[in-house]
């Protein structure tokens, strides 16, 4: 990273008590966010919002302490951005699973202090050949963070082509908890389920879900928010969504965890994925000229 790049950042998008920008580990570019309300991270590669912790409370976001930061890699942990697909591509098996958005720059376009103290930062996906040769339509994405008490992510897609495209997407969201065994995830019960570890069986929500081995749902058609409800922690971490209509659920368990390698010594208890998306029988057709807005916004609560 030439000093010119983060010079430039700077001197353009920094902003005195709200947001700087650093070059991280691996070489990363990072977007420092401290305000009067939080703290947060962000990776100008995939947009990867690595960190977020609001005043006086644990860190809401969990990042693998094992996590590998290179160029081209996903980073275990954070919200990585899954688009313009969610898992396998849906012809073409050398794709990336869940898209290159994750794994490619991204340009700041705006930073901005708000009046009530909050930091917005705006991202703009590159394209370059790569990214056109895996997704054939003219686009645009953006990602809009606001960084207060509450993080509110929103993910724009711009359809510039002739034609409507089908958009798979996710906010992939690593959430940091005391333990699995002292978690539960409310909001879910009576939502049809594809059971990815029971081959994509359709299943139904009896009550909260709870984790005792590897989970990997996708929750179809969900009517509203999502709670962590935290017993070690005491605390609820709400998950407020709109323009998604589908909730992915996420852990890998002891033996998965081990066989990536970059969780760390039962890393897995530490974090749940509870992932804002459109993905299955969600994805979202974009008419030309449309802009579709996924937003998801997390707030703590005690309990
Ligand atoms: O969202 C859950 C999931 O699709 C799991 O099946 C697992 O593959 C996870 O994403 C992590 O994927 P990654 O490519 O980040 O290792």
Known sequence: MSSQDLNHLNQHFAIASH????????????????????????????????????????????????????????????????????????????????????TVMWQVLETRATADGETVLRFGLIDNDSTRAQWPHASSAELTVTVGAALRIELATRND?????????????YFHISDVADMKISGLDGCDFLDKVDGFSRKKQQGPVSIESEVDRVYINVPGDCL????????RIRIASENARSV?????????????????????????????????????????????????TYSVEKM
Not at 228 to 235: A, K, V
């Open 19 to 102: 947001v700087r920008f650093i070059e991280g580990p691996g070489g990363l570019v990072i977007a420092e966010i401290a305000n009067t309300e939080a703290s947060a991270s962000i990776a100008l590669q995939g947009a990867h919002i690595m960190t977020f912790q609001p005043k006086g409370q644990e860190p809401v976001i969990w990042l693998s302490k094992f996590a590998k930061f290179a160029a081209g890699k996903s980073i275990r942990g954070g919200a990585p951005v899954c688009w313009p697909w969610f898992g396998p591509h849906a012809t073409d098996a050398s794709l990336p699973g869940h898209g290159y958005a994750r």
């Open 161 to 173: 082509s002739p034609a409507g495209f089908v958009l798979g997407e996710a906010l992939h969201t």
């Open 228 to 235: 962590i409800e935290d017993q070690g922690f005491g605390r």
């Open 248 to 296: 992915v659920v996420w852990n890998p368990w002891t033996e998965k965890a081990d066989k990536m390698g970059d969780f760390g010594p039962n890393g897995h208890r530490g974090m749940v994925c509870v992932e804002t998306a459109n993905a299955l029988e969600n994805v979202v057709t974009v008419a030309p000229g449309e802009t579709h807005r996924m937003v998801a």
